[in-house]
């Protein structure tokens, strides 16, 4: 988007947005704000037609579709070729390897379907070429090794097919690492972090200028995937366990570890991330679970669930989506806060994980995107700070890693 169209839709959509409007931090230097930062987020998901309803915004629209990207004044996309959990047996990677190319085809057509608007970029640089152009920059990212199994050379496919950034974990333990949440008869740890194969791709994804993306990971794989990686690394969607204790948030020991490696955690808009479930939302668990025979005391929305036949448990599932408080848009920005404080405003940015749960009130789709940067004026960051929290800090780190694969040719040559 040219900054004045873009301002100018940023207007519109400061008027259309939820209400959270503070004195302070009025709309015209939200506006102004917005539009002269690269606002990137660094992850979200893509709905196919086989995607459960509950992960569409109203049961029907995707959060990071074009209109919601303009609206929001979202300059670049980091859109996911994710698979969750599953089998590991050959068929279960057939099935996940269908799934991922069918995520990567529609990224593909995604950022080939008006190129006047929208571009796919392939580095840090096409990432300002075509924000500077006004269009939407989007990046590849891929998520979950269970998809390639132990095939390692699917990394250079992938590469070839213009990912970026590589994940090695969703939810469950697969060929390459360790998962923060393993899946049940999971032992906690089955590698001890990475798995050998793990630490052959890192090095790998270090030579060819991948950034990997430490989010989903156990606390002994991020911590070994720190240490062996060349460049920094990202945790594209994450929160800080220290707020609320998730396994899916990292402690302050993770943070520190990323942080000294030069790299940058993300937030995350995602309710049971952000706010233990008040009184009124457990009430309502409870008696969702007890009408599918689930015990009504849990530590997690999901135990036993696993156990009922497929049908059954997508409809609690269905049933649980909404059943939450959503946290607010200033629970999010809490975690922007304790992070930036506890490892430096330069090492935290936004990866919305929209269209795989996330969402909450005030910032529920990429359109909400200018309240973020409401927010965070009203807390007193300053505009370069937004900047760099929006997209700089990441493509910071994103140029790193590509660095990392230049300065291996460098050495090559050498010898």
Same mark, same amino acid.
């Given at each position: 988007?040219?900054?004045?169209?873009?301002?100018?839709?940023?207007?519109?959509?400061?008027?259309?947005?939820?209400?959270?409007?503070?004195? *302070?931090?009025?709309?015209?230097?939200?506006?102004?704000?917005?539009?002269?930062?690269?606002?990137?987020?660094?992850?979200?998901?893509?709905?196919?037609?086989?995607?459960?309803?509950?992960?569409?915004?109203?049961?029907?629209?995707?959060?990071? @579709?074009?209109?919601?990207?303009?609206?929001?004044?979202?300059?670049?996309?980091? =859109?996911?070729?994710?698979?969750?959990?599953?089998?590991?047996?050959?068929?279960?990677?057939?099935?996940?390897?269908?799934?991922?190319?069918?995520? =990567?085809?529609?990224?593909?057509?995604?950022?080939?379907?008006?190129?006047?608007?929208?571009?796919?970029?392939?580095?840090?640089?096409?990432?300002?070429?075509?924000?500077?152009?006004?269009?939407?920059?989007?990046?590849?990212?891929?998520?979950?090794?269970?998809?390639?199994?132990?095939?390692?050379?699917?990394?250079?496919?992938?590469?070839?097919?213009?990912?970026?950034?590589?994940?090695?974990?969703?939810?469950?333990?697969?060929?390459?690492?360790?998962?923060?949440?393993?899946?049940?008869?999971?032992?906690?740890?089955? &590698?001890?972090?990475?798995?050998?194969?793990?630490? %052959?791709?890192?090095?790998?994804?270090? @030579?060819?200028?991948?950034?990997?993306?430490?989010?989903?990971?156990?606390? !002994?794989?991020?911590?070994?995937?720190?240490?062996?990686?060349?460049?920094?690394?990202?945790?594209? &969607?994450?929160?800080?366990?220290?707020?609320?204790?998730?396994?899916?948030?990292?402690?302050?020991?993770?943070?520190?570890?990323?942080?000294?490696?030069?790299?940058?955690?993300?937030?995350?808009?995602?309710?049971?991330?952000?706010?233990?479930?008040? %009184?009124?939302?457990? !009430?309502?668990?409870?008696?969702?679970?007890?009408?599918?025979?689930?015990?009504?005391?849990?530590?997690?929305?999901?135990?036993?669930?696993?156990?009922?036949?497929?049908?059954?448990?997508?409809?609690? =599932?269905?049933?649980?989506?909404?059943?939450?408080?959503?946290?607010?848009?200033? @629970?999010?920005?809490?975690?922007?806060?304790?992070?930036?404080?506890?490892?430096?405003?330069?090492?935290?940015?936004?990866?919305? *994980?929209?269209? &795989?749960?996330?969402?909450?009130?005030?910032? *529920?789709?990429?359109?909400?995107?200018?309240?973020?940067?409401?927010?965070?004026?009203?807390?007193?960051?300053?505009?370069?700070?937004?900047?760099?929290?929006?997209?700089?800090?990441?493509?910071?780190?994103?140029?790193?890693?590509?660095?990392?694969?230049?300065?291996?040719? %460098?050495?090559?040559?050498?010898?």
């Amino acid at each position: 988007m040219t900054r004045t169209w873009k301002a100018a839709l940023l207007a519109g959509a400061l008027l259309i947005a939820p209400a959270v409007t503070h004195a *302070d931090a009025g709309d015209d230097e939200a506006v102004a704000v917005h539009d002269r930062v690269l606002v990137l987020d660094s992850h979200a998901d893509v709905l196919l037609p086989s995607t459960p309803k509950r992960y569409y915004l109203d049961g029907r629209n995707s959060r990071v @579709d074009f209109p919601r990207l303009e609206q929001g004044g979202v300059d670049a996309i980091v =859109l996911a070729v994710a698979v969750g959990p599953g089998p590991r047996d050959a068929a279960g990677v057939a099935a996940a390897r269908r799934e991922a190319d069918e995520k =990567l085809a529609r990224i593909k057509a995604f950022a080939a379907s008006d190129p006047a608007r929208v571009g796919l970029a392939r580095s840090a640089a096409d990432v300002e070429r075509l924000s500077r152009e006004g269009k939407v920059a989007v990046l590849v990212a891929f998520q979950n090794a269970r998809s390639i199994g132990k095939d390692i050379a699917q990394i250079d496919r992938l590469y070839s097919d213009g990912v970026r950034i590589f994940a090695f974990d969703h939810a469950g333990h697969n060929d390459f690492a360790d998962s923060s949440r393993p899946q049940p008869g999971e032992p906690v740890a089955e &590698h001890r972090g990475l798995s050998p194969l793990g630490r %052959q791709a890192v090095a790998k994804l270090n @030579d060819l200028g991948v950034l990997i993306d430490v989010s989903q990971l156990s606390t !002994d794989a991020l911590l070994q995937t720190v240490t062996l990686s060349r460049a920094p690394v990202a945790a594209t &969607h994450s929160a800080a366990r220290a707020l609320v204790d998730n396994g899916r948030n990292l402690d302050d020991a993770e943070l520190d570890a990323i942080r000294a490696k030069g790299g940058v955690v993300q937030v995350t808009p995602f309710t049971s991330y952000l706010t233990l479930p008040d %009184q009124a939302s457990r !009430d309502r668990i409870s008696a969702i679970r007890a009408s599918y025979g689930l015990p009504a005391d849990y530590a997690s929305t999901y135990d036993g669930s696993e156990a009922l036949p497929e049908a059954q448990r997508s409809a609690y =599932l269905d049933a649980l989506s909404g059943a939450r408080t959503k946290a607010s848009l200033s @629970d999010f920005v809490d975690h922007i806060d304790y992070i930036a404080k506890r490892i430096g405003w330069q090492h935290v940015g936004i990866g919305s *994980d929209f269209d &795989h749960g996330a969402g909450v009130a005030g910032f *529920d789709s990429a359109a909400d995107a200018p309240n973020v940067t409401r927010e965070l004026l009203r807390r007193g960051y300053s505009e370069d700070q937004i900047a760099a929290i929006w997209g700089g800090n990441f493509l910071r780190a994103l140029r790193a890693a590509e660095g990392a694969k230049k300065r291996q040719i %460098q050495v090559y040559r050498l010898r």
